[in-house]
């Protein structure tokens, strides 16, 4: 059973508009949530987190959402620029500093 | 530079063979990870070692083997056991407590023939 869900396989955003990735999960024990940004043949790059005691967290054009109550993160752009383009994974950790991931979503920035 | 590097980045097997991924880091972590990346299905954790000689199996551990002698060094056997060996493989290492980050290398991508 997937602990950490991303619902959105993939969303296509205008340049400069703002980019909306969210992410759902069951556990309630995780206490930290990370946005991770992939390119293709590379590895994770990591953007974002968030504690689990907080509920927003920014850092420039990226800000991270934690609605507790509803098990549900989100991560904003703004604005979007098409070197966003990528795959963002959302991860949680639990026990022992392991994390575990969604399945991605695949933004694309069109310019 | 500090960072995570894995060796080979392409690979390809021929069914009923072994084969070893290598992954040293310098960032003087005592974690390290092993992940298997599949189309739609995200990072799946095989493996990790949170310290040198130690460690447990992760989610999707059948058909694979590690070993951590030295703490720089993590590598990862597909035996031929592992049904689906055909996949992107990312290691990672961390320090403990933070925030939980990861940082990756580069990636494997194994294909068997």
């Known amino acids: 059973d997937q602990q950490v869900k991303q619902n959105s396989p993939s969303l296509s955003v205008q340049e400069g508009r703002i980019s909306i990735l969210n992410c759902d999960y069951t556990?309630?024990?995780?206490?930290?949530f990370l946005w991770y940004k992939k390119y293709p043949a590379e590895g994770p790059t990591f953007l974002i987190s968030i504690s689990s005691i907080k509920d927003k967290n920014e850092d420039g054009r990226f800000t991270v959402f934690l609605n507790k109550s509803a098990k549900h993160l989100s991560l904003h752009i703004v604005p979007s620029q098409p070197g966003d383009s990528a795959v963002y994974f959302c991860?949680?950790?639990?026990?022992?500093?392991?994390?575990?991931f969604g399945a991605g979503t695949i933004l694309r920035v069109k310019s | 530079d500090g960072g995570i590097t894995q060796s080979p980045k392409y690979l390809f097997r021929k069914e009923g063979q072994n084969v070893t991924l290598s992954c040293e880091q310098n960032l003087n972590h005592d974690a390290m990870y092993w992940y298997r990346q599949d189309p739609g299905q995200g990072l799946r954790l095989i493996y990790y070692s949170q310290i040198v000689n130690d460690f447990q199996k992760g989610d999707i551990a059948e058909g694979y083997s590690v070993s951590r002698e030295k703490k720089e060094s993590f590598p990862l056997t597909v035996t031929s056991a592992q049904k689906n060996p055909t996949a992107f493989y990312l290691c990672a290492s961390s320090s403990p407590g933070g925030t939980g980050e990861l940082f990756f290398g580069e990636g494997s991508r194994l294909t068997v023939l």
């Open positions: 556990n309630s024990m995780f206490d930290y």
């Open positions: 991860a949680a950790r639990e026990d022992g500093n392991k994390l575990v």
